[in-house]
């Protein structure tokens, strides 16, 4: 038996997603971030099945983005499938473990439910919303990002 022989399955193609805005309610959506986060396949055939995970990297940079532009948060570790509170059709709920964490330790739950739609363009976005910190404010409160994939391009080699 090879070391490598008890890794789990994983299923399905990485992702690649862009935050399109951020809403903390009662404030407009705003962008003030770029922001990318790439997923790993997931170790279940439906990611969001319940106990399903994959691996995720989550930067969020300042915008505008320049030579001097600093990182606003930048975090990494699981993310898990886990039961909804409550049923809502076509909905996933999500909880991202930070394994590392450019805000250090001591955050919050990061968890959030996401929802499909159709934006204003015709375009597929995920809706996520949940409460967080709202780091103007230093208390917690609802939030709504808005996420749109970006395909990845196959390369002939």
């Known amino acids: 038996m090879t ?12 992702t690649i997603q862009t935050r399109v805005s951020i809403a903390r309610p009662p404030s407009p959506p705003i962008e003030d971030s770029d922001v990318l986060v790439l997923s790993s396949r997931s170790t279940s055939p439906d990611s969001s099945s319940v106990g399903s995970a994959v691996l995720y990297l989550d930067l969020r940079f300042f915008l505008p983005v320049m030579e001097t532009t600093g990182i606003n948060w930048a975090f990494a ?3 898990r499938t886990t039961p909804l509170v409550e049923e809502q059709e076509g909905a996933v709920r999500y909880r991202w473990e930070h394994t590392i964490d450019s ?7 990061d968890e959030g439910m996401m929802t499909t739609q159709i934006d204003e ?3 597929e ?4 919303t949940g409460v967080g910190l709202n780091p ?6 609802p939030y709504e990002e808005v996420w ?9 080699w």
């Open 148 to 156: 749109k994939c970006v395909q990845l391009v196959k390369i002939p």
């Open 103 to 109: 805000h250090g330790s001591g955050e919050p739950p």
């Open 77 to 79: 570790g699981l993310r």
């Open 136 to 141: 103007e404010t230093g208390k917690m409160g």
């Open 125 to 128: 976005v995920v809706v996520e």
């Open 3 to 14: 070391a490598h022989s008890s890794w789990p399955l994983l299923y399905g193609n990485p």
């Open 121 to 123: 363009d015709g375009e």
